[in-house]
């Protein structure tokens, strides 16, 4: 009993936390707002969904956390990111040098471009792991991590020296989570690991993450816009849109709750179902709004259903609060919550 | 069915010629779509289902075999022949930007086909078509003078299905239109593919690695693996009842958007291989966890199991 308290507090303090974070973007005068006050609790063990279509900020919230944003156009307006109760923003260069890729790592999107085309894929492992060698450990034993690790993911260790050319996509998309797990991360953010990937691929990469993730007690943020991926992979979800996180909680709550943010609806009556007879899907009307000039009120308001007077005025807050389960829509601010 | 088939094709091949052998992209595909119908092609990246929606439609020569168009083969036909046939079979491309001139606004992107075809004789008509195919597509009008590079995925790939249609065709083969875009507009797209074919009375052969939507949109399913059709059937049948050990793999590795239904995939192991002087025997063999020696040593044709239910297994010999 007293190990099991002792675990609770402990597992109570998440490993990854966002608190109210912006980032916009400065580009020929105009500001884009990519991430607009976005707050998120990452526990251990645990995948979170970041769910949302192309322009909604996903990614920019990746890239923040890794601290990765191009320095130039991007600033991190307000907000804070904390690493086990450490804020990762007042940390410098050489101490987040330290931590990316060591403690937090991420899989990028598109395996074509993210590895270095005239490096053997095991030299690519292996960087990673002379970087962050802190034991420091023989050359040997890091020769044989690297070994392992391609083992790990499921390609022979005798490939070692070929090149990414010399690989299929899946197999490309192995070679980076192998680089991504090197140094056996706590948090491990995936950015669409699998969108460009066959589905029967899909279901192994998948089914490696979630091995990892047992064998390891991995974190894991999934960054996908596809709802089945969620379904099958995630313990809480948290859908954006425009830079905002508009509904989240459970994946219970997100698939089986009695109540959603109007958004929501719509991505899920937008894709086929396996058991629909319809010929007709219910898609949303229109397009999400440009970043660089977002709408007055609820950045939802110009595409929804059921748009009230208030929507196009008035910004919403968290209006709906049932468990983790929370929304931001004026609907449900008659105290249904 | 025979009778009313608008496209049929009898044991059609595509090769090529590439290093290492030659690579069988379609190698004896039998098919026959009705007309006012929707075939869909499924199958993995390599699988051959672009090569064969581009070798129907003869944007590529076949290597051997025919391709019946409303009853005249297509391979055979020259001139005036041709450029009439084509005028009847259209494509709709993936990637709407990289198919798309991006030096051509949107109205000299949907008169072009109708230019080239010299269907109008005064500038008025052509502009009127241009105007009412726009509207068709759902493309508001203040897009007339607008470049692709200017519009978002949905409205590029809106133009690309007004340019499919401006000459009235019967087949338009849709190769993974959808694919690049997310899923409310993937959905919106969707559903102006739908009340086209309703509308005009389209035939469609819908090319996609998406089963979802595959299941979606089709009236009967062909699944591809390395240039072969192995299993062709009505498209809730053949998810009600896979039979080949392929289908029932792809069928479990779609993610389910239903909590109701977490599941273990059957895991398939290693990669689709490239078809490069492919030996005799069933190609997924190598991958099968049901293969027997008996796979490896002959080809299994298509064999019809229940009606219009055909699958390429040993298994069902």
Known sequence: MEDMTKKTVEDSTPILELDDLYVHYRSEGNIIKAVNGVSLKLGRRETIGLVGETGAGKTTTALAVMQLLPDATARIDRGDILYNGESLLRKSKGEMRAIRGALISMIFQDPMTALNPIKTVGAQIMESLTIHNYEHKSKAELEARVDELLELVGIKAIRRNEYPHQFSGGMKQRVLIAVALACQPQVLIADEPTTALDVTIQAQVLALIEELKEKLGTSVIMITHDLGIVAQTCDKVAVMYAGEIIEDGSVEDIFLGEHHHPYTVGLFNSIPKLDDESNRLHPIDGLMPDPANLPPGCPFSPRCHQCMEICTREHPAITYQKGSHRIKCHLFAGGEG | ?317
């Open chain 2, 1 to 317: 069915m025979m009778g009313d088939a608008l496209i049929k094709t009898v044991d059609l091949k595509k090769f090529f010629r590439v290093k290492g052998g030659i690579l069988h992209a379609v190698d004896g595909i039998n098919l026959e779509i009705p007309k006012g119908k929707t075939l869909g092609v499924v199958g993995e990246s390599g699988c051959g289902k672009s090569t064969l929606g581009r070798t129907i439609i003869r944007l590529l020569d076949a290597t051997s075999g025919s391709v019946f168009f409303d009853g005249q083969d297509v391979m055979q036909a020259k001139g005036k022949e041709m450029e009439e046939m084509r005028r009847q079979m259209q494509i709709i491309f993936q990637d709407p930007f990289s198919c798309l001139n991006p030096r051509m606004p949107v109205y000299k992107l949907i008169a072009e086909p109708l230019e080239i075809h010299r269907v109008y004789r005064h500038s008025a008509d052509l502009s009127k078509r241009v105007i009412q195919l726009m509207d068709t597509v759902g493309l508001a009008r203040r897009f007339l003078n607008s470049y692709p590079h200017e519009m978002d995925g949905g409205r590029r790939q809106r133009v690309g299905i007004a340019r499919a249609l401006a000459l009235n065709p019967q087949f338009i083969v849709c190769d993974e239109p959808v694919s690049a875009l997310d899923v409310s507009v993937q959905a919106q797209i969707l559903n102006l593919l739908m009340d086209l074919q309703s509308a005009m009375g389209l035939t469609y052969m819908f090319i996609t690695h998406d089963l979802l939507v595959v299941r979606h949109i089709a009236d009967e399913i062909a699944v591809m693996y390395l240039g072969q059709c192995i299993e062709r059937a009505p498209a809730k049948q053949l998810f009600r009842e896979p039979l080949h050990p392929y289908t029932k793999a792809l069928l479990s590795a779609i993610p389910i958007p239903d909590l109701g239904q977490r599941r273990k995939p059957v895991m398939l192991h290693g990669e689709v291989s490239d078809p490069i002087d492919p030996k005799p025997g069933c190609r997924f063999a190598r991958r099968c966890s049901q293969c027997t020696e008996k796979c490896t040593q002959q080809d299994y044709p298509l064999r019809e199991v229940s009606p219009g239910h055909f699958v390429a297994c040993q298994r069902y010999q």
